[in-house]
């Protein structure tokens, strides 16, 4: 028995010696101290022996048990002090991790640009319901029902879910002129408003239209308010956001809550009038429809038509974040593709 304690004990100091971390240390002296440990086991024989041997062999075993005890000891702290070294040193020279630096979003960047120049022409922001109601989105616009002009704004109707509507009378707003009635019957004249805002339609989705689309509705009543002002302010503002030599183009048009109707064209900046996919090889991108505000629409909100007129304007600011950032197809500003979004 006193050759199997030291070389129970010999082996023990090997292992301890060779391990090289903690956790390993604690299985070890769970294997020799353990409950069932060689070194356990082997001091629980000694009942078995005859008391001569008794004294001899229960001497040399606790002094066994006392070395490997401070064997176990003595790498325990070992290996903590160089645990502790360890963390204390860095590389200074490892070069750091960049932060990620995030940008807007380019539609937000150009709607931003264009409230910044209506701001600056006196007008105030607003915005409105996305859910709406027959009534503002079409009614109150001149468009009664069973008008033509309904067909060009291919519309989304919502279940009305036993609200105090019948079917058909809430739809998602096709067009962020729905914001004129509702603003007009709240506010007397004179004033200047901007309405930025979504807007839904069931279209076939390609390079120049979506299903939902970014719109800004402008408009004005005042005294004395004529079509030029309307040019004027629609050149200014297409002039600053599209520098000085920007090409604009106005042509006749016909919307019901307007008298007369002005579609506005910029010359396609994507292919600088030559004629692409985006301005369906015309050279010319149409970017503003607008108008005299229509006296029924006045009337329909209760503004005086014999004092009071105006202008309102819409704005494609998707199809302007497209011009200005030369970019093909719509689909790519809602695509949330980083490699896209990072270059803005
Ligand atoms: N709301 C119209 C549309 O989305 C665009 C429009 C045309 C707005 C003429 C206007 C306007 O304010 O005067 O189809």
């Not at 008391?51 to 006392?66: C, F, H, M, S």
């Not at 279940?159 to 962020?176: K, P, V, W």
């Not at 979504?198 to 076939?204: D, I, S, V």
Request: net charge neutral.
């Amino acid at each position: 028995m006193r050759e199997e304690i030291i070389n129970t004990k010999n082996e023990a100091i090997a292992q301890i010696t060779e391990t090289k971390d903690v956790r390993e240390l604690e299985s070890l002296r769970i294997s020799y101290l353990g409950r069932n440990g060689k070194i356990t086991k082997l001091i629980k024989k000694i009942k078995d022996l005859n008391p001569d041997e008794k004294r001899g062999v229960g001497n040399l075993l606790n002094d066994a048990k006392r070395i490997v005890q401070d064997e176990l000891g003595r790498k325990r702290r070992e290996l903590a002090e160089s645990s502790a070294t360890k963390k204390e040193w860095f590389d200074l020279t490892i070069p750091g991790k960049k932060p990620e630096v995030g940008t807007l979003h380019a539609l937000t960047k150009t709607l931003t640009e264009i409230i910044d120049i209506f701001t600056y022409l006196g007008y105030q922001v607003t915005d409105g319901p996305e859910i709406e109601t027959d009534y503002y989105n079409f009614e109150a616009l001149n468009i009664p029902k069973d008008h033509p002009a309904r067909d060009t704004q291919q519309t989304f109707y919502i279940d009305t879910m036993g609200a105090n509507l019948s079917f058909g009378e809430l739809i998602l707003r096709t067009q962020t002129s729905a914001m004129q009635g509702r603003v007009m019957e709240k506010i007397e004249p004179p004033f200047r408003v901007l309405v930025p805002g979504t807007n839904y339609r069931y279209e076939q989705v390609d390079a120049s239209h979506g299903f939902q689309f970014s719109q800004v509705e402008g408009f004005i009543v005042d005294e004395n308010i004529h079509l030029t002002d309307l040019f004027g302010t629609i050149e200014y503002f297409l002039k600053i956001l599209f520098g000085q030599k920007a090409k604009i183009r106005f042509a006749t048009t016909n919307f019901p809550f307007v008298e007369p109707g002005v579609d506005t064209y910029l010359g396609c900046t994507i292919c600088g009038g030559k004629g692409c996919s985006f301005c369906k090889n015309t050279g010319w991108s149409e970017i503003m429809p607008a108008g005299m505000i229509h006296p029924n629409v006045l009337e329909m909100a209760g503004v005086d038509t014999k004092k009071w007129g105006g202008f309102a304007f819409a704005i494609g600011s998707s199809r302007v974040a497209n011009l200005k950032y030369h970019i093909q197809d719509l689909r790519i500003l809602t695509t949330p593709d980083l490699r896209i979004l990072r270059q803005f």
